[in-house]
């Protein structure tokens, strides 16, 4: 996950009074969380805060830097508990994130004009809510922030990198309540080990489900600046020396090797991901509003687009949803009505009326490259595909070629150009079009070559994807992966899996993602296939397990999204 923007001066300021220059790769001393106070603070004046109190100088340092205050009352109260919402503030104040005032609210248990629901809303990716069993998201502003809470959103604030394996047996050995750390903690306080932010306590322990004071608070979030082995440049820039590492062997997850496996390889180590409901999850319906009363009657496409916006496709009420994420609203995008009429000429120049009444909706694709949403229809069992991101206009079509009774995959090599591929009765063809009201060009098809082969011969839709990449087009469908070079044209299957069965395929960033029940697997260009993200490793915040997971998406910090019919919600990943 990316790390935020640290802009605030008063990151900046911390940084500069840092004792320690480089980061070390040795493991921190037990209790050493609790030293290296900062050698020359200014004075602070709370009658309940004695310059011999052990955080005197922490807390002089952070509230000149404004991050924490005191009371009317002139006191501290460094010894009182910290809750959830205190912490929340300061991590805000203290990051330099901007909490904005809110219209909404994410949790049904901070009202949007509560003082702690912009501070709730800004650190709701790094400190979580819950959810409850009868569906609701709550943050528990008022519940003690744990040391394994604050210890897991410091080190998603600091943006360590989580996509490699932290290697859990230092803080086994380490402590001795290393088994009452929770299971989707285990991870980040393994990283915030080795980084140098906690240490735990002489006695060796870690005590994750201790509460925590005002005054600890202070100074576990000074030192997150102050310390840490992760050597990056105020504002997330690039590191300015490599960042050291542990002398530990670390898995290698990629799985890749010199020619394509036909089973599914198995990450070394399992990962930890934690599951949440983003819309939905409490029955069927066509609600828009707020996302803790919105309901979702289905989804037959889903895209996700660089905004983190989600739309999807209700083909039975004839209308394009979207999740606003700036917002948390969901409302209806675009109802499918006489704004998609269209006025063309014919093969033969003869000037034809289409009525919307005749189109069925079929797929949403969304290109990064010009940040343009699209939909994909059926009209007289021909395609057409509109841009539909302001207005409605026809992007690209084809009137003149064979049955499109599903749309296998729709991708973009370029701001300009499109390619998809359809599925008639019993072949699978690839057209390729320019988007500006063109008519598409076959480029191959089944006929032709045998493993463009993806449809079902019991009727069903393929489930399929694809990528382009320069003058290559990689496509996953009906268990298999192929390759077609576009100019010349030339086709070859690269890999197959004969027998796994997927739900939903998916392209991103240059791979391809597939699913099976709750399980995502990944394959390159070369058509290795490894599992991702495997069920076994998932936590359910929501509380809800994962049947099947359809509409795969990501969103644009690698987050899966998906749509989960079951349950009639959009959830994600948190990777």
Known sequence: M????????????????????????ALPEYGEEWQNAPEKTPSVSFTDLPTTHWAYKYIAEMVNRKVIDGYPDHKFRPENTITRAEFAKIMVTASGIKPNKVNYSSFSDIPATNWASPFAEAVKDYLNGYRTANGQYIFNPSAPALREDITVALVKLKGYDM????????????????????????????IAVENGLVSGFPDETFRPQATVTRAEATVMLWRAYQYGSDNKEVGGGNPSTTSPTLPATKPDPSGTGSSPSTEPQQPSQAEKFSVETLVGGSGAGDVDGPVRMAKINQIDSMVVDKDNNVYFLDSQKMKIRKFNNSNGTVETYKTIDKDFNWDYKNANGQNKHFDYKSLTPMKLAYNNANNKLYLAAKVSARSIIYDITSGVSVATYDLNHEEARFYDFITFPDSRSVLYGVTGTHESHVYEGQL???QVERVASSTDYSTLDLSDYYGYAPVAGAF????????????????????????????????????????????????????????GAGGNMITFVDESNLKYKDGTPIKKMKQLSFDNNGNVIFYDDESKSIRRINL
């Open 163 to 190: 996509s490699r394996l932290p290697d859990q047996s230092t803080i086994q050995a380490m402590f001795k309540d290393y088994n009452g750390i929770s299971e989707s903690a285990k991870n980040y306080v393994a």
């Open 436 to 438: 500006n009201q063109a």
């Open 468 to 523: 382009a990449t320069n003058n290559n087009l990689y496509v996953f469908g009906r268990s298999k992966m192929y390759s077609l070079q576009l100019f010349p044209v030339k086709v070859d299957k690269v890999s197959e899996y004969e027998d796994i069965r997927f739900d939903s395929v998916a392209a991103n960033n240059g791979k391809l993602y597939m699913t099976n029940a709750g399980t995502v697997y990944e394959m």
């Open 2 to 25: 990316s790390m935020k923007r640290m802009t605030s001066l008063i990151i900046t300021a911390l940084l500069m009074f840092s004792m320690l220059g480089t980061a070390s790769a």
